[in-house]
Every structure is written in C-alpha cells, then in structure tokens.
C-alpha cells in the first residue's frame, strides 16, 4: 500500500528514531510517510552536500586535535554511538 521497499528493519529503526532509542507512534507514521516515494535528485544533492560539510568539519576537528595532542585520534570517536552503530546505507 505504502509502495516501500524495506529490507532490513535496522536501518529503517535507524531513520525513524529521533536519538532516544525508541520509536514513538507519530516517529513511525511521520517517517513512514518521509519514507514513501522516490528522492528526487534535489534531496539527493542536499544529502550529498550536508555529508561533504560534516566530513569536512570532523576532518577539522580531527585535525586541531592531532596538533594538540601529537597522537592519533579516529574521526569515528566523536560520532554519536547511534549512528556508529548502523548499517550502511
């Protein structure tokens, strides 16, 4: 009915939570209905330009951090665990 194609509830969990580690009803049916549909190549630029950004801040980031400390710090210990911890998309 929804014309979803979901194969693996993780990654849709994922996408539906707001941070807390649940999914409220309105969380489900507000990001069931973000869900449905194909992107449009305008949304897709948008992702793909906020992705550019926020990798380019956490290389910043890891960057002053080196001059600081003169070690080694992974850019993937300043990403929240909730998204360290899913899938690839």
């Given amino acids: 009915v929804m014309e979803l194609d979901i194969h693996d ?11 807390d580690g649940l999914v409220s009803p309105t969380e ?12 449009r190549s305008q949304d ?17 980031l ?3 951090h080196q001059k600081q400390s003169n070690g080694s710090w992974p850019v993937s210990s300043c990403v929240p665990q909730q998204f360290a911890q899913q ?3």
């Fill in 9 to 19: 509830a993780q990654q849709v969990f994922y996408m539906l939570d707001n941070g």
């Fill in 28 to 39: 489900f049916v507000e990001g069931i209905l973000r869900l449905k549909g194909s992107a």
């Fill in 44 to 60: 897709v630029m948008r992702i793909m330009d906020f992705c550019r950004v926020m990798m380019d801040d956490l290389s910043s």
């Fill in 62 to 64: 890891q960057a002053g």
């Fill in 87 to 89: 899938p690839p998309v």
